[in-house]
């Protein structure tokens, strides 16, 4: 499975950069004209076996967010640009994770990849996932595209997420993994691709 896994994620994500690289283009010219910063952004993520890697995303917020606020982003954060905020909203964001896929640090569908001080608080049982290589979406994705809504309503957003939402995108991916196939992570990327036009 792993190896029949590897050679979709590598035929998609060639297909996909190969009929995506205007796309790109385009991105990276709003994101200057916007600013005048970096187009790109790479966060430190926690992969498979806790291997930390950079994880690629076309730059939605203002040049060292990081400094000014925590690591979730809920609402309309004031640090997300103009253009970042439609980025987000469609999900364009992610786009440049297909390097990171390319690369094998991650796959099309699979965890979400957390940053470091998250997986620290990790369970033993939870732990589970970093046996999972990290994807760009998954079905907890799809469980929870409403999750910013979600996090934006609550008084303590970041003890919502760490309480609720994380535990419940674990066990949904470790439920889903026991089961999975190329067929099944082709659906998945449907129902993202689906959920994203609607």
Request: avoid cysteine; glycine fraction near 8%; charge should be positive.
């Amino acid at each position: 499975m792993k190896k029949t896994k590897r050679l979709f994620d590598i035929f998609w994500t060639s297909l996909g950069l190969l009929l995506l690289w205007p796309v790109f283009l385009v991105i990276a010219l709003l994101i200057k004209i916007d600013d005048g910063g970096p187009v790109f952004y790479r966060q430190i993520r926690v992969g498979r076996g806790g291997k930390p890697f950079r994880i690629w995303k076309f730059r939605t917020m203002v040049v060292d967010a990081d400094k000014i606020g925590g690591s979730l982003t809920v609402g309309r954060d004031p640090r997300i640009t103009r253009t970042g905020y439609w980025l987000r909203k469609f999900k364009l964001d992610e786009l440049p994770q297909l390097f990171n896929v390319l690369s094998g640090e991650m796959s099309l569908v699979g965890p979400r990849p957390e940053v470091p001080e998250y997986v620290a608080r990790y369970t033993q049982d939870q732990k589970r996932v970093l046996e999972l290589t990290p994807g760009i979406t998954d079905p907890a994705s799809i469980a929870y595209r409403n999750e910013n809504e979600i996090l934006a309503s609550s008084d303590d957003p970041e003890a919502v997420y760490l309480s609720e939402i994380m535990p419940e995108k674990i066990r949904l991916n470790l439920q889903y993994a026991e089961k999975s196939t190329v067929w099944t992570d082709f659906l998945t990327i449907l129902k993202t691709l689906l959920r994203l036009a609607g």
